[in-house]
Structures are given as structure tokens and as C-alpha cells.
């Protein structure tokens, strides 16, 4: 009868587990914050049999054996998840205690199904961008297990559990209780792997482990100490944390200040794929490519990403979908709504000083507010940057300027109150390797490159200008007759 209860309780609890997990799933993904650990590591013994250290160190060679457990784990927030755990081992102990049990051992065959809370206090506030994590975890345990105790010498069997006399057929298994309690530290190497080292203490109701009881009904217990890797699935979908303001550095505007058009209904998820290169040269432009999947969300949302020292943003030519600004390392887009799309994209460029080398971080994160309230989606990112070869650069001209008749177009890309006597002023900043032809026109020094005869040539050049050099200030300037003209439309009539 005794067993029978024991088996139901466990049972409880599992599906407890389960139906925690199903209610969490109706309002996201059936995999959003799932995770798989699988540990190898050292069991170690507790009981009659043993010395009474809890230290696993003193029990290396007589106490100890090689024990396995794998975990599903499921994230309700950065800081808490629950667990359920297989530990499966094969437990041995050579006798520690003189008396009726000289010389002899025990093998106990011990499966641990196990349910428990996981706590990651570091990570309280911080999302999941903290690298290395303590953790700590309690729970409730189902053990069933078989134990059999020989004479050492002539191997005899002197007492065994869920064998029958012989120690070696086997019978039911016992089953018991344990509460475990452990210790861990977390190692985060990407948003897919981690790498995860627990030491985990398994207190048990029964004192039959060793198949010898103790007068003063002493338990016996057992400990695991791991180290294994723990995998998330579906790294790839964000990870949605939420929070009465955001953790990261102050910007320009806040939320707040958006216009909330939020709709009054079920709050959907927005996922957000950032692409950026890995791996990337020192002054070159670099693309950034968001896509935002906000599903029916209809509200305002807004993208911060902070980059380190030496990084500089800007906009593309034509724009961006939102309204841009990078001011103190840190890009911020604003949508007051969002596009009407489901999915929709939004691109910008990047340069970096052209001294900077080595791995850079860049933190992200989306915010929007829904009927629930104020959420964020973080990504980080990671580029690498290769140092730049040493060449020989081909340097650009200042020549004055001159003229074809009829219409002519040609690309501005600065002007200047004062006359600059050599090119090094335009072309330290920028890649200009283009003949550069010098103006006087209403009180200014004016520098432009190129010559066409046809608008479509002229913008061809000029885009491909802008992307070598990311000068995206450039733009087109129209002549009749060497006279230049006051805009571009006066040409094409």
C-alpha cells in the first residue's frame, strides 16, 4: 500500500508539470523556452555502509560509481524555470563501518525521476545576456531501485532488495521519495549551447539502499556531482521578457512617448531577425537587415542596438520604414504604428574606425506595448573585425572644374566656405578616389565627380559612390551649357 502511494504522488507531480507547460503553451509556442541538458558525472553514497562526509572527494574508489541524468527544462522567465529530470545510475559502496559488515559491498541499480524550480538569481533584470549564472534548484523525486549486499570475499549474497534470494534475478523494484537540492553554475557560450556543472543532493525517505537499516531509522542518501551541455531548442525565436522599463542604457525617447494604438486583443508575439555579417572589415560600410515578424500586432514599436566605441550609423539613401537617429552609440528606429505588413523589413549601414579590430558585441532589443503592457525582445550580436591589409591607395585629384555643352550631371560631395588646397580634406574621412572637380558658385567652394549626359547614368554612379565610400550625403547636380542649374528637374523638362 505503502508503495502504491508513493508511485500516485509522483505521479501528481509529473502531471502538475505537464499541465503547467500546456497552460504556458496557449499563449506562445509549444517549444518557446524549452531546453535539453544532458549531464554525465559521479554518484556518490550515503548510508550504513559509508563514513558520514558529505564530501564526494573522500569517497572516490569505495563510494562512488558513474551516474547519467538528463533534463527537460522550461523557462517561465530569465531568472525561473521547472524541471523534470531523469537520473539513472548504478550505485556502489565498499563497507566503511566495522561489525556485521566487514568485508563486504553493496550495487544498487537507482532510477530518479524527478520534478523541480530552478532559480538564476543573477539573471533577475537582466534578461539573458549575463555569460556566467549560479543556479539553484529544489524539488520532489520518485526513486525506484534495487539493492543487492555481498560478502567480499566469497561473494555471497547476504541481503538484497527487488532481487529474489540468489541477487541476481531481478524482482519488483522498491520504490521511495527524495527531495533533491542543488547547486550549479551556468556558462553561457551562444543562444544555443551552454555549459552546465550541478552538484545535487538526493535526501530519500527509505534506509534500504544499502539493504541495512540503522536503529535510530537513519535514511540513506546520495549525491550527484555533473558537468554536461545544455541545449536550447528554437534558438532562434527571441526571447520576450517583461519589465515596467527598459534595463538597457537610457536613450533619446522612451516608449512612453510613442502613441499607443495598441488594439484591445489576445497579445500576439513579435519576433525580430537581425542580420549582421560575422565577420567584417575595418571602415567599410556593413548592412544591417532587420525583419520584424509582428503578426496582427497593430500598435507602435521601437528597435534600440548599442554599439561599442569606434562604431558609427547611418541611414540608407532612400530611408528607413521608421523614423532614425544614432546619438551616443546607439541606433534607435521608431515606428508610430508599425507598417500594416506582418512582416516587414528595416535596413541600415554601420562603419567602424578604421583602427578598430577584434570581437565587438552589439546589444538589441524591440520594445512595444499591447494590451498586456510594456514587453521587449533582446538579440545580441557579435562581428569580428579583421584588420585592414596595408596598400597602396590610389589618391584622388582637385582639378578645376570644367564643362561640357548641352545638359550635364554631375555628383556633388562637398562644399565649403573656404577653399581646401588639397583633397586630403574630403578624402581622409571617405574612399575617394575619383577625379574631384572644384567650383566657385554663390560664396561657396563646391566639389563634385563624375560627368553624364543621362539622369539614369548619373544615379547609377551616384548609388554606387555612396556605397563605396559612404558619403550618403552625395547628390546630384544638373548644368546647361557649363551654368548650373537650380535643380535637377529644370534638366529633364
Known amino acids: 500500500m505503502k508503495k502504491h502511494k508513493t508511485l500516485l504522488l509522483g505521479a501528481v507531480f509529473m502531471i502538475m508539470g505537464i499541465m503547467s507547460s500546456n497552460l504556458s503553451a496557449q499563449t506562445s509556442s509549444a517549444l518557446e523556452g524549452l531546453s535539453l541538458r544532458l549531464n554525465p558525472g559521479v554518484v556518490t553514497f550515503y548510508g550504513e555502509m559509508s563514513n558520514s562526509s558529505l564530501n564526494p572527494f573522500d569517497k572516490f574508489g569505495y563510494g562512488s560509481s ?25 550505485m ?27 532559480f538564476d538569481p543573477l539573471l533577475i533584470g537582466k534578461g539573458y545576456d549575463r555569460e556566467i549564472s549560479p543556479f539553484i534548484s529544489a524539488g520532489v523525486s520518485s526513486i525506484g531501485f534495487r539493492s543487492v549486499r555481498k560478502n567480499y570475499d566469497t561473494n555471497s549474497v547476504l541481503n538484497s532488495v527487488g532481487y529474489q534470494d540468489d541477487g541476481v534475478t531481478k524482482d519488483r523494484r522498491e520504490y521511495a521519495m527524495a527531495i533533491p537540492v542543488s547547486v550549479g553554475v551556468s556558462w553561457r557560450l551562444s543562444d544555443h549551447f551552454s555549459i552546465e556543472a550541478e552538484h545535487s543532493l538526493h535526501f530519500t525517505n527509505t534506509d534500504w539502499l544499502d539493504c541495512l537499516t540503522h536503529d535510530a531509522g537513519r535514511n540513506d542518501n546520495y549525491a550527484i556531482t555533473s558537468i554536461g551541455l545544455k541545449y536550447t531548442i528554437e534558438p532562434s525565436r527571441p526571447r520576450v521578457t517583461r519589465s515596467d522599463k527598459p534595463v538597457e542604457p537610457p536613450v533619446t525617447k522612451t516608449l512612453a512617448s510613442v502613441k499607443d494604438t495598441t488594439t484591445k486583443m489576445t497579445s500576439p508575439y513579435v519576433f525580430i531577425d537581425v542580420q549582421i555579417p560575422p565577420l567584417i572589415d575595418a571602415n567599410e560600410p556593413v548592412a544591417v537587415t532587420v525583419r520584424i515578424n509582428k503578426s496582427n500586432f497593430q500598435g507602435s514599436g521601437r528597435l534600440v542596438q548599442s554599439y561599442p566605441s569606434g562604431f558609427y550609423a547611418f541611414e540608407p539613401v532612400g530611408g528607413t520604414s521608421g523614423e532614425f537617429s544614432f546619438v551616443d552609440q546607439t541606433v534607435e528606429i521608431i515606428w ?158
Not at 541524468?69 to 529530470?85: D, E, H, M, R, V
Not at 556502489?92 to 524527478?114: H, T
Not at 503592457?373 to 578645376?400: C, D, L, S, W, Y
Request: charged fraction near 25%; aromatic fraction near 14%; charge should be neutral.
Open 66 to 90: 558513474f551516474g547519467f541524468s538528463g533534463t527537460l527544462a522550461k523557462s517561465f522567465s530569465p531568472a525561473f524555470s521547472i524541471q523534470a529530470q531523469l537520473v539513472t545510475t548504478t
Open 92 to 118: 556502489y559502496n565498499l563497507q566503511q563501518v566495522p561489525g556485521e559488515i566487514d568485508q563486504s559491498y553493496m550495487l544498487a541499480s537507482v532510477n530518479d525521476y524527478n520534478l523541480s524550480a530552478r
Open 336 to 493: 508610430e504604428p508599425m507598417p500594416a505588413d506582418s512582416v516587414f523589413h528595416c535596413d541600415y549601414y554601420f562603419k567602424t574606425a578604421e583602427n578598430l579590430t577584434g570581437n565587438q558585441q552589439i546589444y538589441g532589443r524591440f520594445e512595444y506595448r499591447d494590451a498586456e503592457g510594456h514587453k521587449t525582445v533582446r538579440f545580441n550580436k557579435q562581428v569580428a573585425i579583421r584588420e585592414k591589409p596595408v596598400v597602396q591607395k590610389e589618391t584622388a585629384q582637385i582639378i578645376p572644374a570644367t564643362f561640357s555643352s548641352g545638359i550635364e550631371f554631375r555628383i556633388q560631395c562637398g562644399a565649403f566656405r573656404d577653399q581646401i588646397p588639397t583633397v586630403e580634406k574630403i578624402a581622409s574621412l571617405y574612399r575617394i578616389t575619383d577625379i574631384v572637380q572644384e567650383e566657385r558658385h554663390e560664396g561657396w567652394y563646391k566639389y563634385t565627380v563624375g560627368s553624364f549626359k543621362t539622369y539614369e547614368e548619373a544615379t547609377k554612379y551616384r548609388n554606387d559612390f555612396i556605397r563605396r565610400t559612404g558619403l550618403n550625403t552625395a547628390f546630384i547636380v544638373a548644368y546647361r551649357d557649363g551654368v548650373r542649374l537650380a535643380s535637377v528637374s529644370d534638366a529633364l523638362k
